[in-house]
């Protein structure tokens, strides 16, 4: 389901409700909280992008604590550098999309030993900082588009 136009807190309980989603696209207005939690009812649930959208850390944190999501598409967010230790400790996610804003001049603290993280693709942005940042996990792969 891919829903283009400014979602709405009762829009994304609706969407919630359709049981057999397995992909979802959204964006929402800056200054909106959605309930993410909502998401849980959606079992099926594998791939989530939030792209151009405010989705920031905080909002990270609620997904990840109940979704099995393989793909979380997340470029020209308002996450940071500091969401990496919860990106790379899913237990699910097997890919994700980021960008400049998910790069830093330091390494983030709390990194896991290891990661079922598999590709991490780069959306118009220079790879050589994500390159050092994952390089102790050699099966994930980079990407750059």
Known sequence: MCLN???????????AGNSNLTRLDLVW??????????????KRLCDLD????PFDDADLKVVVQF????????????????SW???LSSPGL????????????EEPEGLPETTRLKLFIAMNARTEWFEQ???RYPQVKIFQM
């Open 5 to 15: 136009s400014p979602v709405t807190p009762k829009i994304l309980e609706w969407v």
């Open 29 to 42: 207005r800056p200054g909106v909280r959605l309930p993410w939690g909502a998401l849980k009812r959606l």
């Open 50 to 53: 939030v792209s151009d959208s």
């Open 67 to 82: 979704s099995k999501l393989r793909t979380l598409t997340a470029y020209y967010t308002n996450l940071t550098p500091a």
């Open 85 to 87: 230790p919860l990106i």
């Open 94 to 105: 097997r890919s994700f999309w980021g960008a400049t804003e998910m790069s830093g001049h």
């Open 133 to 135: 940042l994952l390089s």
